[in-house]
């Protein structure tokens, strides 16, 4: 199948250009892009005050199936994916079952095939069923096609388990997406604590919640050269600690 | 339905009624956000025994964490043009509370020093095993009114309490029962203060009387 994207302004960060430009596509591949192309009786797409870019990825996404299909299942997430411009998105953990084996992972990947819209890169569990106690197979999971670990909706609060997992997760060099709450502070808080929580009665959640948890573990990524990933940063505490340490390993690296 | 009035422990559930509703709505007490009647009665109280609020200096002692009262009373006085002090342990103290316009004291003693009015919260027994504070012996001696303190303050302080009063915690018995407390007259003002709310919110006093 042949089309052509006519009139669009193009975004092309891999490219470094931005600006007016048609592009011809045929089975699914990008074969032509030029200021104006001229595709004949090509059938044409009208971007006209439309933006035209490569397919965004959504790192951060809970297709809630196994376990929540009445709030979402991997056909409608990925469905929806494609509708606002992302064509890829990441499948987090906390599932029911979780998808801590092998046979979530695929599962999963198989249900985004089937569906055929987006593609997904499923999330693997970093602890069994999310406990934060035993670590679940990430080397299953990494064989069959997980691209990161996760515990996203909680934080694994033992240090010395999350030091072990990260230590372990080495093996196969993929990444852990931090949700970092400290479950105590953040307690049943239900929004920011500040003066607006203060105003409206409603309990709070301090950054303090946010920053203890994003240091603790700034502290064992370094200890154990794991890659790490911070999902969902909220606090300025948080953000100039990443910052800070970001520069550092910055200047190390330029330095040595 | 004319009026609805509506207590709740969730904060908000009376403007959600109120918004979906074609009755008034009063808000009897909606967790700790605010308790308008306790607040319209606390004003009107202070008003009858000290003729106004400007430049009246008042202080607001206990939970300001999870008590609804103090920050009703905080818009209320605040508003009329009242100095507002709010005493508590620091624990209790949420943040952002200075933002209302009122100043933050931890000492009890210094906070009294010339104020006019005294509005002492009850304090929630549970609060002592959430680690809020050590036990409530600690909270009586560091911010429980008693007759010693009021010795200390000015002769005419008002002592209010919204009630019911923990005795011998925030308050003990005997400064209740002194001259000076208006806890008894503040009972009766919220029958007389919810009364006129009910008569004005159902068209009583003409038309232009009506709230809205």
Same mark, same amino acid.
């Given at each position: 199948m042949r089309y052509c994207i006519k009139e669009g302004t193009i975004i092309d960060p891999g490219g470094g250009y931005i600006g007016a430009g048609d592009v011809l596509i045929e089975d699914g591949k990008i074969v032509a892009v030029e200021k104006t192309l001229n595709p004949g009786d090509t059938p044409i797409v009208s971007a006209k005050n439309k933006l035209v870019f490569p397919g965004l990825i959504d790192l951060h996404c809970h297709l809630r199936e196994p376990g929540r299909e009445d709030e979402e299942t991997i056909?409608?997430?990925?469905?929806?994916?494609?509708?606002?411009?992302?064509?890829?998105?990441?499948?987090? /953990?906390?599932?029911?079952?979780v998808a801590d084996t092998a046979v979530a992972i695929e599962y999963v990947l198989k249900q985004a095939e089937m569906a055929g819209f987006a593609k997904v890169y499923p999330v693997?569990?970093?602890?069994? $069923?999310?406990?934060?106690?035993?670590?679940?197979?990430?080397? @299953?999971?990494?064989?069959?096609?997980? #691209?990161?670990?996760?515990?996203?909706?909680?934080?694994i609060t033992n240090a010395a388990v999350f030091r072990t997992a990260l230590e372990y997760s080495n093996l196969f060099g993929l990444? %852990?997406?931090?949700?970092?709450?400290?479950?105590?502070?953040?307690?049943?808080g239900v929004m920011h604590e500040g003066y607006w929580s203060t105003v409206l009665g409603?309990?709070?959640?301090?950054?303090?919640?946010?920053?203890? %948890?994003? /240091?603790?573990?700034?502290?064992?990524?370094?200890?154990?050269?794991?890659?790490?990933?911070?999902?969902?940063?909220?606090?300025?505490?948080?953000?100039?600690?990443?910052?800070?340490?970001?520069?550092?390993?910055?200047?190390?690296?330029?330095?040595? | 339905m004319d009026v609805i009035i509506i207590r709740h422990s969730l904060a908000g559930t009376p403007k959600l009624l109120a918004e979906s509703v074609r009755s008034h709505v009063i808000n009897a007490g909606d967790g700790a956000h605010e308790h308008p009647t306790q607040g319209l009665l606390d004003l009107f109280t202070i008003r009858e025994k000290k003729g106004g609020f400007n430049g009246l200096k008042v202080v607001l002692v206990g939970d300001a964490m999870h008590s609804r009262v103090i920050k009703t009373n905080i818009w209320g006085? =605040?508003?009329?043009?009242?100095?507002?002090?709010?005493?508590?342990?620091? =624990?209790?103290?949420?943040?952002?509370? @200075?933002?209302? $316009?009122?100043? #933050?004291?931890?000492?009890?003693?210094?906070?009294? #020093?010339?104020?006019?009015?005294?509005?002492? %919260?009850?304090?929630?027994?549970?609060?002592?095993?959430?680690? &809020?504070?050590?036990?409530?012996?600690? &909270?009586?001696?560091?911010?429980?009114?008693?007759?010693?303190?009021?010795?200390?303050?000015?002769?005419?302080?008002?002592?209010?309490?919204?009630?019911?009063?923990?005795?011998?915690?925030?308050?003990? @018995? @005997?400064?209740?029962?002194?001259?000076?407390?208006?806890?008894?007259?503040? #009972? =009766?003002? $919220?029958?007389?203060?919810? %009364?006129?709310?009910? &008569?004005?919110? =159902?068209? $009583?006093?003409?038309?232009? /009387?009506?709230?809205?």
């Open positions: 056909a409608t997430g990925t469905k929806a994916a494609v509708k606002g411009g992302f064509t890829a998105v990441t499948a987090m /953990a906390n599932t029911n079952p693997g569990a970093v602890t069994k $069923g999310l406990q934060g106690v035993e670590l679940a197979e990430m080397g @299953e999971m990494a064989a069959v096609g997980a #691209v990161a670990f996760s515990d996203d909706g909680k934080t990444p %852990m997406l931090l949700h970092e709450e400290d479950p105590n502070l953040a307690g049943d409603l309990p709070g959640i301090p950054s303090l919640a946010e920053d203890i %948890m994003t /240091a603790r573990d700034l502290f064992l990524a370094e200890f154990t050269k794991a890659r790490i990933h911070f999902c969902h940063v909220s606090a300025k505490g948080s953000v100039a600690l990443i910052g800070a340490v970001n520069l550092e390993r910055t200047r190390a690296d330029s330095s040595g | 006085l =605040t508003k009329l043009g009242a100095e507002v002090t709010v005493v508590a342990p620091p =624990t209790l103290i949420p943040i952002g509370l @200075e933002a209302m $316009g009122v100043k #933050v004291e931890r000492d009890l003693d210094k906070a009294l #020093v010339g104020a006019d009015v005294v509005n002492i %919260m009850r304090i929630q027994l549970e609060r002592q095993t959430k680690a &809020y504070f050590p036990t409530l012996r600690e &909270y009586s001696k560091l911010f429980g009114l008693n007759l010693e303190r009021l010795a200390k303050a000015k002769p005419d302080l008002l002592v209010m309490h919204p009630g019911p009063a923990n005795l011998g915690v925030e308050i003990s @018995e @005997e400064v209740s029962l002194n001259d000076q407390s208006a806890i008894t007259e503040q #009972v =009766t003002n $919220g029958v007389a203060v919810r %009364m006129a709310l009910l &008569y004005l919110l =159902t068209g $009583g006093g003409g038309k232009d /009387a009506v709230l809205h």
